[in-house]
Nanobody, 125 residues
């Protein structure tokens, strides 16, 4: 059983930055790929970023254009998403996600196995 809890959302001005955190109820020796998705009002949920269990491999959606960085600290069972140069259209609920233990990270772009409840990010103009 995997439980994911996001934090760090809030209100930020356009051009500003936020760092989201995801605390996972998994052991330090587990091998779960992790990632982030977001869903803006009236839009489909979309992939943002993913990271392998070791942190050695990462994937990003093309629309992020290098502004976002995903990382993880397995000793703390925590995954992070650093978001820079935020724009108002990126206002959304951001969801932490995880794949099955030992699944390859590439599959995170299509089929996460576990979801957090989300944290709201609001970017004002």
């Amino acid at each position: 059983q995997v439980q994911l809890i996001e934090s760090g959302g809030g209100l930020v001005q356009a051009g500003g930055s936020l760092r989201l955190s995801c605390a996972a109820s998994i052991g330090t020796n587990s091998r779960y790929p992790m990632g982030w998705f977001r869903q803006a009002p009236g839009k489909e949920r979309e992939f943002v970023a993913a990271i392998s269990w070791s942190g050695s491999t990462t994937y990003y959606a093309d629309s992020m254009k290098g502004r976002f960085t995903i990382s993880r600290d397995n000793a703390k069972n925590t995954v992070y998403l650093q978001m820079n140069s935020l724009e108002p259209e990126e206002t959304a609920v951001y969801y932490c996600a995880a794949g099955d233990n030992m699944d390859p990270v590439v599959n995170m772009q299509q089929a996460p196995a576990y979801w957090g409840k989300g944290t709201l990010v609001t970017v004002s103009s």
